[in-house]
């Protein structure tokens, strides 16, 4: 059974696969002084309480914190008695090129969304993942990554509104009822929600015409959904992108061993 890990700046979600499917998804907050031992306890906890027997023989992980890997690979191997693939490190093969600038360093998440945004799609994709921030990465026609944009997270413009101005609250985002906002919180969801529309659009309308080709956009994240409420912002919508995108790039490994 494989162990796949994604790290990201907030959260960190741990998936269980069978070859088939995910068996179970749980998610905890990043934080880079959790030991391998806590890790284990954790997890081995709530594999019991789903009756998750199966044993598990292989790991993969994509990090975006450099600093949280350690513990991973240290739960790996002493629980698990395995050495882990680490997407971005030169013994995890990629089934798709990386035509970036030289010396670029592309985030492992973004490589993982290319790969599976691939898969399941096919090239000349745009992938929007809603995350800490809001990245938009370009997938050529044969699957490469060739690059992309990195905007500020929802959720992270938000808090810069809030902390950064001391008149104004916390607020989460949803939808406003009119564009005009009649009160402080409606305002800056207003400004938040539409603005966010009008990124997404903006940019992927400027991808397109840069590259002249129609492209699919596909987006992935908690709050792609809400967005695409009001907006045909997205051609299909995968909660599990970044997910899926590892059992790819573990299989290829296995496969190229």
Same mark, same amino acid.
């Given at each position: 059974?494989?162990?796949?890990?994604?790290?990201?700046?907030?959260?960190?979600?741990?998936?269980?696969?069978?070859?088939?499917?995910?068996?179970?998804?749980? *998610?905890?907050?990043?934080?880079?002084?959790?030991?391998?031992?806590?890790?284990?306890?954790?997890?081995? #906890?709530? &594999?019991?309480?789903?009756?998750?027997?199966?044993?598990?023989?292989?790991?993969?992980?994509?990090? #975006?914190?450099?600093?949280?890997?350690?513990?991973? *690979?240290?739960?790996?191997?002493?629980?698990?008695?395995? @050495?882990?693939?680490?997407? %971005?490190?030169?013994?995890?093969?990629?089934?798709?090129?990386? @035509?970036?600038?030289?010396?670029?360093?592309?985030?492992?998440?973004?490589?993982?969304? /290319?790969?599976? %945004?691939?898969?399941?799609?096919?090239?000349?994709? =745009?992938?929007?993942?809603?995350?800490?921030?809001? #990245?938009?990465?370009?997938?050529?026609?044969?699957?490469?990554?060739?690059?992309?944009? =990195?905007?500020?997270?929802?959720?992270?413009?938000?808090?810069?509104?809030?902390?950064?101005?001391?008149?104004?609250?916390?607020?989460?985002?949803?939808?406003?009822?009119?564009?005009?906002? /009649?009160?402080?919180?409606?305002? &800056?969801?207003?400004?938040?929600?539409?603005?966010?529309?009008?990124?997404?659009?903006?940019?992927?309308?400027?991808?397109?015409?840069?590259?002249? *080709?129609? &492209?699919?956009?596909?987006?992935?994240?908690?709050?792609?959904?809400?967005?695409?409420?009001?907006?045909?912002?997205?051609?299909?919508?995968?909660?599990?992108?970044? &997910?899926? %995108?590892?059992?790819?790039?573990?299989?290829?490994?296995?496969?190229?061993?």
């Amino acid at each position: 059974m494989l162990l796949a890990i994604d790290c990201g700046n907030t959260n960190t979600v741990f998936a269980l696969w069978d070859g088939e499917r995910f068996l179970a998804t749980w *998610r905890t907050s990043t934080e880079w002084q959790r030991t391998a031992d806590q890790y284990y306890v954790w997890l081995s #906890t709530l &594999m019991k309480l789903k009756d998750i027997d199966g044993e598990i023989t292989e790991v993969i992980i994509s990090s #975006t914190v450099p600093r949280v890997v350690f513990n991973l *690979r240290v739960l790996a191997d002493r629980y698990f008695n395995t @050495r882990p693939l680490v997407v %971005g490190k030169p013994g995890c093969l990629l089934p798709v090129d990386v @035509r970036v600038d030289q010396g670029t360093q592309v985030g492992p998440d973004r490589l993982v969304n /290319t790969v599976a %945004g691939f898969d399941l799609y096919g090239g000349d994709l =745009i992938v929007v993942d809603f995350g800490t921030a809001t #990245t938009f990465d370009v997938v050529a026609s044969d699957g490469a990554y060739v690059g992309g944009v =990195i905007a500020p997270g929802v959720n992270l413009s938000l808090e810069a509104l809030h902390h950064a101005a001391a008149a104004l609250p916390h607020v989460d985002i949803a939808k406003p009822q009119a564009v005009v906002g /009649t009160n402080t919180v409606a305002c &800056m969801q207003s400004g938040v929600f539409w603005g966010y529309v009008g990124l997404v659009r903006e940019i992927c309308a400027r991808i397109k015409a840069e590259r002249d *080709r129609d &492209m699919r956009v596909i987006s992935t994240g908690g709050l792609a959904p809400l967005l695409q409420q009001t907006e045909a912002l997205f051609d299909d919508y995968h909660d599990d992108l970044t &997910m899926h %995108g590892l059992t790819v790039i573990h299989r290829y490994n296995k496969d190229n061993a």
